[in-house]
């Protein structure tokens, strides 16, 4: 079963720290302190996810891949039922739930269990390590 499938989606975006899973929009939402990370519609024919500028241009030349409806321009990519594997979704729909934790207050961020002693962390909810 794919990660189009609403309840696999669910699985995987939920099991990152501090995210919740709602229905809105005709979807299954995936949030992080009250933002939107990611979404999967009800038929699992698209995936949406929040993306860097340079992963934008790449992604959206590939089929199936392009610019999110009703979301900000070239921040949000729509990834249509079979353009990218499991892998990769996994990753991208992780790396869009970094960019809004990172985006997210720090006061936020510590209500949610989401930094440790001041510094952020994982998604598994480990320290990250220093650049040092």
Known sequence: MSLF??????????????AIIVRQWGSHVAKVGGKVFALCGDDGASIAFKI????????????????????????WVSVAKGALGDADLKAYIRASYNMVVKRLTRKVRTELGLMIGGEPVTPAGRRKPSAG
């Open 5 to 18: 499938s609403p309840s696999r989606f669910e699985a995987h975006a939920g099991s990152l720290k501090s």
């Open 52 to 75: 860097s500028e340079t992963s934008f241009e790449g992604l959206t030349a590939l089929a199936g891949i392009a610019q999110a409806p009703y979301f900000a321009k070239r921040a």
